[in-house]
Every structure is written in structure tokens, then in C-alpha cells.
């Protein structure tokens, strides 16, 4: 296959045979899917399946995230022509992989939405099949969470983000995107000792005992140092990655809800993500991406790049 095939497809989200390999389809033009990948509800013989959580209703400033997974298709159009750059395979021609859509649900019944995703992330791990997820806000993490553990067990969590989310919050009701991680901890369904959170730089003093790696200690380390105390962290325990996307500056991450001033570089973050190579991830899942505030895409650029990492580094140990 070639660009010259570039002549022929079109609409590869329906009308490609098969789960694997590249796409050369226009980038302009077509059936908008995650990387080309199929759109399949039957994930049988797929290896990991994308899913969107298209829900924003849990968000303390700006909204627009239940757009987020959208943008993030379109924005990937332009990457399933080549490997994934610096990763010295390709995913896409070695692993199966689909793109599910997204969940469903009554959007004026937002307390339902977390057990919706709990159930919807634990039918495609039932499926046999990993499972990235496009939000979405940051509280549709606690159902994948929840899903993740239930097969896992507890889990380790990598989160890239400004904040912490773990401002304490005992209603088991409410749902909101800066205390679903405390939840997932009271739960015991993250270990926070043998979890990191990276780029943190708004203040919460209750750490709940999560290991910060803050924005200022990335600019000062390095993130291949930084990577690499992840990895010392988190060890050969189940992980799950989770990455916020105003863990990014918003010079280059402006589409956002919260965001916040000093943050990571993209640079910085792609270096960060392929240094972790290695570690036993399970699942992983990108959020906060607000398309109406970003008019350039660039939020959802680096959006669609961060999901294609995870794939390669849930491919990397299983190769």
C-alpha cells in the first residue's frame, strides 16, 4: 500500500476488510474514525478499541469537552499514513485495533453517566480487548477506573494534568471532575503511593499520598528524568494512564476548561510518554478537550498524538 491507494479509498471507518495497517485515504475527505481504524461494536480478534465519552456536564468552568471526541478523530486523519514517529514499530500494522464510537446516554441524567461508563468500558474489556478512551471531561476517568480494577485489580494511575483531582468529596452522588480521583482512592481502586501525577501546578496540600512530579520539577529535571521516576514509581503494577490535556500549557493546549499558566510542553510530553515505554499499561484515556474554545485545532492536534502514544505503549510490552 501507498499514497497511491490515496486514488481508491475512501470512508476506510466503514469500508476497510480488516483492524490492521496503515490508511492512505485523503486526509480532507471521508468518514472521520480514530486513525481510519473500522468502526466495529464486535470486537472479536481486535487487540485495543477506542471509545468516545462524549460527557461534560460535571465541569467547574468552561464546558465544550462532550465535543472533545470528535475533534479528536478528525484531528488524527493526518497520522495513520506513517508509523508513529520514534517508537520503532508500527501499531497500527502489528496490533487490531478498532474504533467502538461512543457510549450512549440520556444527557439529562448526568448521575447515571459513571456507571454507564463502568459498564461500557467493562464490555469491550470483556471483549478481550484493551480499551483507550477519548472524553469527555476528567470525571469520566472513575468508570474507566472502576472497569480497569474490577479485571485488574488495583491499579496504578500515571496522570499528566494541572490539577490533582483530589479535592475530598464523600458524596457518593455527586460528580465532578476535580474529586473523582480522591473517589478512586477512597475505593481502593488506585494504589496513590505507587501512582504519579505529572505537571501538577494549582495547590492542594491533601496529597492523599499520590506522588506529585510538578510542572516546575519537569522544567528543572528534564522529562526523561521525569519518565524515569515514573517508571521507578509505578514499577511492574497494572497501570492506567490518564492525561488531561491542560497538563499541556495553554499556549499549546488553549481548548480547555481549567486552564492554567506554566504548564508542560508538547515537546516535553511526547518525550515523557515514549520514555515510559516498558511499563505494564492496561488502559489509558485523553480528556478535557474543548474544540470551541481553540479555534486553530491545536488542542485536539495534540490530543490525537497523546492517544496514538498510548496505543504504541500498550503495544510496546506485548509485541
Known amino acids: 500500500m501507498s499514497l497511491e491507494d490515496a486514488k481508491t479509498q475512501i470512508d476506510h471507518a466503514f469500508t476497510r476488510k480488516d483492524f490492521k495497517g496503515p490508511s492512505f485515504e485523503n486526509v480532507f475527505a471521508g468518514a472521520a474514525s480514530f486513525l481510519r481504524r473500522k468502526y466495529s461494536k464486535d470486537l472479536s480478534g481486535v487487540d485495543i478499541a477506542v471509545t468516545g465519552l462524549p460527557f461534560d456536564q460535571a465541569v467547574t468552568n468552561r464546558p465544550g469537552t462532550r465535543l472533545g471526541p470528535r475533534a479528536i ?3 488524527s486523519l493526518l497520522q495513520p499514513c506513517d508509523e508513529p514517529y520514534g517508537w520503532g514499530y508500527d501499531v497500527l500494522s502489528e496490533f487490531a485495533i478498532a474504533d ?21 468500558v467493562a464490555g469491550i474489556l470483556a471483549q478481550g480487548s484493551a480499551c483507550v478512551a477519548l472524553g469527555g471531561d476528567h470525571s469520566v476517568t472513575h468508570g474507566c477506573l472502576r472497569a480497569h480494577a474490577e479485571k485488574h485489580g488495583p491499579l496504578s494511575v500515571i496522570q499528566f494534568d494541572a490539577h490533582t483531582d483530589t479535592w475530598a468529596d464523600d458524596d457518593a452522588g ?26 501538577i501546578r494549582t495547590d492542594n496540600p491533601d496529597t492523599i499520598g499520590f506522588n506529585i512530579l510538578d510542572a516546575r520539577a519537569v522544567h528543572r529535571q528534564g522529562p526523561e528524568a521525569i519518565a524515569q521516576q515514573i517508571k521507578d514509581i509505578v514499577g511492574d503494577n497494572p497501570c492506567y494512564i490518564t492525561f488531561d490535556i491542560d497538563a499541556l500549557d495553554p499556549a499549546y493546549a488553549p481548548g480547555t476548561g481549567t486552564p492554567v499558566w506554566g504548564g508542560l510542553t508538547s515537546a516535553q510530553a511526547a518525550v515523557m510518554l515514549r520514555d515510559l515505554a516498558g511499563i505494564y499499561m492496561v488502559g489509558g484515556d485523553v480528556v478535557e478537550v474543548s474544540p470551541p474554545f481553540d479555534t486553530t ?18 503495544g510496546w510490552t506485548r509485541r
Do not use: N
Open 73 to 75: 478523530r478528525e484531528a
Open 100 to 120: 467502538y464510537g461512543d457510549m450512549a446516554f440520556d444527557y439529562a441524567r448526568p448521575d447515571q453517566v459513571p456507571g454507564l461508563i463502568e459498564d461500557h
Open 174 to 199: 455527586r460528580v465532578d471532575h476535580g474529586t473523582f480521583m480522591y473517589k478512586a482512592a477512597k475505593e481502593g481502586v488506585v494504589v496513590p503511593e505507587r501512582s504519579a501525577q505529572i505537571g
Open 297 to 314: 485545532g491545536a488542542t485536539a492536534i495534540a490530543a490525537a498524538h497523546v492517544a496514538t502514544e498510548l496505543l504504541c505503549l500498550w
